[in-house]
Each structure stands twice: as structure tokens, then as C-alpha cells.
């Protein structure tokens, strides 16, 4: 028997329609998302070399990676060697008690 939560959220849900626009915007996010992050398990990266690694717009690899970075995912690291770009990180999850 389910639950009047669960009555709730699946009335909720029926009522809700999603766009096909939010739904590409959504898989979108994710394909970038998941190619920022793969290049960047190889080590810390500036912007040209991450557009490079991805071979995507350095506006487009600029706007994810923002995104990212907002939402705790990546981390600003040190500048580079002529003060121009940034170097960007995979942020470390944390261990929680573990060692």
C-alpha cells in the first residue's frame, strides 16, 4: 500500500510536464559535464587546455565549467606561469572517517 506521501508525489508528477527544450538543456549539461570532468581526472587544467581536451568551444568549455565550479564539483586551483589562466581541479570528495 503506498504511502500518502508517495499518492502525493505521483499526483504531482502527473500534473507536471516537462518541456522537450528543459529536457536537452538537461542531457546537454550532463554530456558537458561528464567531458569536463573525465579530462580533468588527468590532473589540474586551464581553460585552452580543456577546450582543447574536450574539442569544444572555449565559451562553451567557459560556461559549464562555471557551472561546475558553482556547483562544487571543480575547484579554482594556482595561476599559471604567465598570469593568464587559472587551473582548474576535480574537487576531492571527502572521506568520511575513512583513512
Not at 29 to 55: R, V
Not at 63 to 89: A, P, Q, S
Request: hydrophobic share 30%; no cysteine.
Amino acid at each position: 500500500m503506498a504511502s500518502n506521501k508517495t499518492k502525493t508525489l505521483n499526483l504531482v508528477k502527473d500534473k507536471i510536464q516537462v518541456s522537450e527544450q528543459a529536457k536537452q538543456r538537461r542531457k546537454t549539461y550532463s554530456a558537458m559535464k561528464k567531458q569536463i570532468l573525465a579530462a580533468l581526472e588527468e590532473g589540474p587544467m586551464t581553460l585552452p587546455e580543456l577546450a582543447k581536451a574536450t574539442q569544444l568551444p572555449i565559451n562553451e568549455v567557459t560556461y559549464y565549467l562555471m557551472t561546475l565550479r558553482k556547483y562544487g564539483d571543480v575547484k579554482t586551483g594556482e595561476i599559471d606561469d604567465n598570469d593568464e589562466f587559472f587551473y582548474y581541479e576535480l574537487k576531492k570528495q571527502q572521506n568520511h572517517g575513512e583513512d
